[in-house]
């Protein structure tokens, strides 16, 4: 009795797996026909639009109301309103801050929304000691000062100049004195 060679037994085994790949795909595409023959017998009147109207009504509707945001945008009042609320620094955890919170809470309640509410929190940042200033120094090994941060930046423009300006500081850095070798 000859016993078939492994190339023969590799071929066996390839013919099987095709086979079973084949027969698997039939029963697949057999199974779906006749399980759904006609998807249209499965589905009510009352789910399918009349005609697509209701669907091209509903377009109509999103087109006007976007039609009517973009017809009360005013670049004026957009403008006012971003001069507003950048012409005060505004340090997190500050009176200004505090203010800016209730004005735009306001605004909204004047715009119409229904229930506005302001979540007090409680901001843990180190502030800037302005009569001990942070500033960063560039020192020689044996000498002073190469370099020198300055304590306030120079304005850019007249709305630049007031007095109430927070000067540079690193807000998440404790004070103290850090010194490197280079």
């Given amino acids: 009795m000859d016993f078939p060679t492994r190339k023969q037994q590799k071929r066996t085994i390839y013919l099987v797996l095709v086979a079973t790949g084949l027969v698997c795909l039939a029963l697949g595409v057999i ?6 023959n006609n998807p249209r017998e499965n589905i009510s009147p009352n789910d399918v639009p009349n005609n697509h109207f209701e669907h091209k009504q509903h377009l109509l509707q999103m087109e006007d109301s976007f039609q009517r945001i973009l ?10 309103n971003l001069k507003n609320y950048t012409s005060k620094q505004r340090l997190a955890g500050t009176q200004n801050v505090k203010d800016m919170v ?14 506005v509410e302001v979540t007090p929190y409680e901001v843990l940042m180190s502030y800037p000691n302005i009569t001990n200033p942070n500033r960063v120094e560039i020192v020689i090994a044996n000498g002073g000062p190469i370099f020198t ?9 007249d709305d630049g100049n007031q007095s109430d300006i ?15 070798p280079i």
């Fill in 31 to 36: 199974i779906g026909w006749f399980s759904n």
């Fill in 166 to 180: 927070i000067p540079p500081y690193n807000s998440w850095a404790p004070a103290g004195v850090a010194e490197v």
């Fill in 71 to 80: 017809n009360e945008l005013n670049k004026e009042n957009i403008r006012s």
């Fill in 149 to 157: 941060s300055a304590f306030v930046e120079k304005a850019l423009d």
């Fill in 102 to 115: 209730k004005y735009i809470a306001q605004q909204w309640r004047d715009n119409g929304l229904d229930k």
